[in-house]
């Protein structure tokens, strides 16, 4: 494995979630973590804050999650970053969609606060595994 997860950009619209997020990424489970709230902001921070997985919303104003996936994947000092969408569409085709476009995994929003930091802790570790076996 590639180390310890740590650094982390959580891009999302929505003040309140980024607030919930904020708590139990940064105080509870200690991670260093780079709030965006919009694409737009997560493509100008993300190459110099050099995270380690990008969470990403799906439906946002403006840019969405999936252009912003495009245009995030197309930075050099990000390539083989994980990135995992956050979204309430949980239909399986929808789910079996944005795998096809290359993220690591899908968490469902709303999300459970107190097991955020272990559903991306097992994600982390499945990509992982995935790019050790290649």
């Known amino acids: 494995m590639d180390g310890k997860l740590q650094r982390l950009i959580y891009v999302d619209d929505e003040p309140d979630i980024r607030a919930i997020a904020r ?4 105080e ?3 991670y260093q973590v780079d709030f965006c709230s919009s694409g737009a902001q997560a493509i100008e921070d993300a190459a110099g804050f050099k995270p380690d997985l990008i969470l990403l919303d799906v439906m946002m104003p403006g840019m969405d999650g999936i252009e912003t996936l495009k245009r ?3 930075i050099p000092q990000l390539a083989g970053v994980p990135v995992v969408f956050m979204t309430a ?3 399986k085709h ?3 969609y ?3 476009l290359g993220v690591a995994g ?4 709303p999300f459970d ?6 559903s991306i802790e097992t994600i982390w570790r499945a990509h992982h595994k995935l790019r050790e076996a290649v």
Do not use: N, T
């Open 94 to 96: 929808e789910w079996d």
């Open 28 to 30: 509870l489970a200690d």
């Open 106 to 109: 899908v968490i469902s929003k």
């Open 23 to 26: 708590f139990v990424l940064e």
């Open 72 to 74: 995030l994947s197309a």
């Open 98 to 100: 944005y795998r096809s």
């Open 113 to 118: 606060p107190m097991e955020l930091a272990a």
């Open 89 to 91: 569409k949980a239909m």
